[in-house]
Structures are given as structure tokens and as C-alpha cells.
């Protein structure tokens, strides 16, 4: 049995991608993107308000989770404050 040499096991890998992308069709510019067209100002106004809006919502949600962990910590402290003073 014949070793097969580096140099030939890379020309055989080689080949066989060539005979992929050319079965795939990969050169006739079908992995390109479509581009898109470009927006007017109406839509690039629309769509800046529109993250604008989604970005404060994402900070109201943080901040109502913030005074909702904070509300809990008052009540934990107030209770073990009690339990202190009863002792």
C-alpha cells in the first residue's frame, strides 16, 4: 500500500472543495447580500423614534426592578430591626 504524501492529500481536499463550489454555484454571486434600499428621512425618522422608544422602555423596566428589589431589602431590614428590638 502507497503513502499518500501531504502534498497529495491537500491537492485531493482541494479538489474536492472546487468541485463543491462549483456544484453550489457559489461564484455566480449567489452568497451576496441583497442590498437593501437606502431609507427616505420619514423612515429614518420613524425608525430612530422607534428605538428611542424601545430603549426607554428596556430603562424603565430596569429601574422598576431596581425599586422593586429595593422594597423588598426596607421590608427585610424593618423585620429583622423588629425581631432586634423584641429581644
Do not use: F, S
Amino acid at each position: 500500500m502507497a503513502r499518500i504524501t501531504n502534498e497529495e492529500a491537500e491537492q485531493t481536499i482541494e479538489h474536492l472543495w472546487v468541485r463543491e463550489v462549483i456544484k453550489r454555484q457559489w461564484l455566480d454571486g449567489r452568497l451576496c447580500d441583497k442590498i437593501a434600499p437606502p431609507m427616505t428621512k420619514e423612515q429614518q425618522a420613524a425608525k430612530k423614534h422607534h428605538d428611542t422608544v424601545v430603549r426607554y422602555n428596556a430603562r424603565l423596566k430596569a429601574w422598576n426592578t431596581k425599586a422593586k428589589r429595593a422594597n423588598t431589602a426596607i421590608k427585610k431590614l424593618t423585620k429583622q430591626l423588629k425581631r432586634l428590638e423584641q429581644k
